[in-house]
């Protein structure tokens, strides 16, 4: 059995296991309550938001099967289990990883054609396609992941030797062309899509706000909506994409100077920097999202055993759980923009 030994200090590894567990906590913890937000609402979701909700399950999935085995391998300062257990973590991290990045390319294209007619109540995304685009995500990621087993592109361990992914230096030459493809169709692209998705809504809200003539306090409510939303969903594709951006720089340059020109306690630090990625979701719908946080303080509460009514003064006109939809509250009727958000949800902010 291949067994991989950490090249860093035993105080690193030490540490190192120390931010993955920290990292996994926060992660797994983050991420469930986003899913058992959408669960409670379940009833009321709209197309959109199932997005949001596999997007999640992507960050959960890869706490979930990948960061306890680097936490212990860490705490052993070797690699446990070799060979099988290093492929393993290594297509699992390239699985979660590509089908994270895909979420946010569709997330992105699906909030472009939202915005497109702002003020239309029209459904603009079907069930049916939001589950197509889904199960698309999935067998996309899941075909890039399979690819280095059939021969195309190889996994093996990092350089310091307490994790797997894949084996940048040793795909020079025969894997180059995989290598090249899968930055191409995995990073750049999704990149540029992303980024002109975005700036195709920055620039469509800008022209709207002018037309308008009107001070920022005297807004349609549609607009601003919009425009925190878009906000949000900025941060969160930024938030991933600088989290793997040095990453594959790191490997990039692996790739054409060798792995052995990087010392390993500077290969370390971009490949947990890329591992945090998976808790800034929830971190910034908490954050940035009054209505979601409302929610979670609401759960918060109900687990010390004190009753939700409250917290009703607390919560924000723009919680996108609407209270009156099934006819047993007393709630206000929805504003147009609690009607609004509802439709775009989390998943668009």
């Known amino acids: 059995m291949d067994i991989y030994v950490s090249s860093l200090s035993p105080g690193l590894d030490i540490g190192t296991g120390c931010f993955l567990l920290v990292v996994a906590v926060f992660s797994i913890v983050g991420n469930l309550l986003v899913l058992i937000m959408a669960f409670k609402r379940s009833s009321k979701?709209?197309?959109?938001?199932?997005?949001?909700v596999n997007l999640a399950v992507t960050d959960l999935g890869a706490a979930i099967t990948m960061y306890p085995l680097a936490v212990a391998s860490a705490w052993s300062h070797h690699w446990l289990g070799g060979h099988a257990t290093c492929v393993y973590y290594a297509m699992a991290g390239f699985l979660f990883g590509v089908a994270s990045i895909m979420n946010l390319v569709i997330l992105a294209i699906v909030r472009f054609i939202v915005s497109l007619n702002m003020h239309s109540p029209k459904e603009k995304i079907s069930?049916?396609?939001?589950?197509?685009?889904c199960v698309g995500i999935w067998l996309y990621a899941l075909l890039w992941a399979v690819l280095p087993l059939l021969g195309w592109g190889r996994y093996g361990p990092e350089p310091f030797g307490l994790s797997c992914s894949l084996a940048w230096g040793d795909m020079r030459e025969e894997g180059f062309s995989f290598v090249i493809?899968?930055?191409?169709?995995?990073?750049?692209?999704?990149?540029?899509?992303?980024?002109?998705?975005?700036?195709?809504?920055?620039?469509?809200?800008?022209?709207?706000?002018?037309?308008?003539?009107?001070?920022?306090?005297?807004?349609?409510?549609?607009?601003?909506?919009h425009r925190r939303l878009l906000i949000i969903a900025v941060l969160i594709s930024a938030g991933f994409i600088c989290c793997w951006t040095p990453y594959g720089l790191v490997s990039l340059w692996s790739i054409f100077r060798g792995s052995r020109s990087i010392p390993p306690e500077i290969s370390l630090l971009p490949c947990m920097f890329a591992k945090s990625s998976t808790v800034y979701n929830p971190l910034i719908y908490y954050f940035f999202s009054r209505s979601f946080k409302s929610e979670?303080?609401?759960?918060?509460?109900?687990?010390?055993?004190?009753?939700?009514?409250?917290?009703?003064?607390?919560?924000?006109?723009?919680?996108?759980?609407?209270?009156?939809?099934?006819?047993?509250?007393?709630?206000?009727?929805?504003?147009?923009?609690?009607?609004?958000?509802?439709?775009?949800?989390?998943?668009?902010?």
Do not use: Q
């Open 296 to 349: 979670v303080n609401k759960l918060r509460f109900s687990w010390h055993g004190r009753e939700l009514c409250h917290m009703r003064n607390s919560i924000d006109d723009n919680s996108i759980y609407v209270l009156g939809e099934d006819g047993k509250s007393r709630a206000p009727r929805p504003t147009l923009k609690e009607s609004t958000e509802t439709m775009m949800a989390t998943t668009v902010g």
């Open 127 to 133: 069930w049916r396609n939001v589950k197509l685009m």
């Open 45 to 52: 979701m709209k197309p959109p938001e199932l997005l949001s």
């Open 181 to 225: 493809s899968m930055f191409v169709f995995n990073l750049l692209l999704p990149t540029v899509i992303i980024v002109g998705c975005y700036f195709g809504i920055s620039i469509k809200l800008y022209v709207t706000y002018k037309k308008a003539g009107l001070s920022y306090n005297r807004m349609p409510n549609i607009i601003k909506l």
